[in-house]
């Protein structure tokens, strides 16, 4: 069956609104009804030719190297909250930082309640222009048997972050900071932000400080003079090894056990980045 994108979606690979594809297969990944991955075929193969390399890793045997993948991606809490329920990646974790969940004031916790997990801790953005969401906002949500302790929030239209310690009844108190900066947000920006609003909220002292989110720049393209600022201001390090503009950093005891990766997400246009603590 033959079908036209209706929308651009990368123009200088040829994914452009108008290209007629012959639809091959429709592949769920997740529990939720709404397709993770639509493979397509083209007639001139060189449409698509950078997604299908980008892509390699999600050739199954049942797929065909030649077809294109097209992806049904959402940047709303609002618009994807069913595929972020069905995706088992997210109810093993104790902790959930979402980045750019675009949710405003008017917007119930009831409608946005995950089984499992206390209501949200939201930084909810002004609504500037009726029926459009604003670009940002952070959304924390942490399992029912965790213990939330103590929040504090900072937020500028650039760069925004949440400070969390929670209590965790087989790990004791850690301190998880979720942030997202904004690509317009200057590397001199965050640091002045982190050093005048973070550094005085953390608990140097205490040994389990996870600072993790969207920050905006690959490391492997430069920027390391980051790196060096978060361990002589905040004792950590990044683990974080695959490329991403996400980042973790840590503050432990050599003592603890972890691991961290990224994943694919077939419902958001960001990967998942994780870390998973070992019980001392």
């Known amino acids: 069956m033959k079908y036209d994108l209706t929308a651009n979606i990368e123009v200088t690979d040829g994914l452009t609104n108008g290209s007629t594809c012959e639809l091959k297969l429709i592949e769920c990944k997740t529990k939720s009804l709404r397709p993770s991955i639509i493979w397509v075929k083209f007639k001139d193969a060189r449409i698509g030719a950078n997604n299908r390399r980008k892509y390699a890793h999600l050739y199954e045997k049942d797929v065909d190297k030649t077809w294109t993948q097209i992806f049904d991606i959402k940047r709303s809490l609002h618009a994807y909250l069913n595929d972020l329920k069905s995706d088992p990646n997210i109810f093993d974790a104790d902790v959930i930082g979402i980045a750019e969940s675009r949710l405003i004031s008017t917007d119930e916790n009831d409608d946005f309640y995950v089984p499992g997990?206390?209501?949200?801790?939201?930084?909810?953005q002004r609504q500037t222009y009726f029926n459009t969401r604003p670009p940002h906002r952070l959304?924390?949500?942490y399992r029912t048997d965790c213990i939330l302790h103590n929040?504090?929030?900072y937020s500028t239209p650039t760069l925004e972050f949440v400070i969390a310690d929670i209590i965790l009844s087989s790990k004791g108190l850690f301190q998880v900071v979720f942030v997202n900066k904004g690509p317009n947000c200057k590397l001199q920006e965050l640091k002045d932000a982190f050093l005048a609003d973070l550094l005085p909220g953390v608990y140097l002292r205490h040994p389990k400080i996870i600072i993790m989110g969207?920050?905006?720049f690959d490391l492997n393209t430069g920027n390391t003079s980051f790196l060096k600022f978060m361990r002589d201001k905040f004792c950590c390090s990044q683990i974080v090894s695959k490329a991403t503009t996400s980042l973790i950093f840590l503050n432990f005891d050599s003592k603890v056990n972890y691991e961290t990766d990224v994943l694919d997400s077939f419902w958001s246009d960001h990967k998942v980045i994780y870390m998973a603590i070992g019980t001392q």
Not at 117 to 124: A, C, G, N, T
């Open 214 to 216: 969207d920050f905006n």
């Open 139 to 141: 959304v924390l949500y």
């Open 117 to 124: 997990f206390e209501p949200p801790v939201r930084l909810d």
């Open 151 to 153: 929040t504090f929030s």
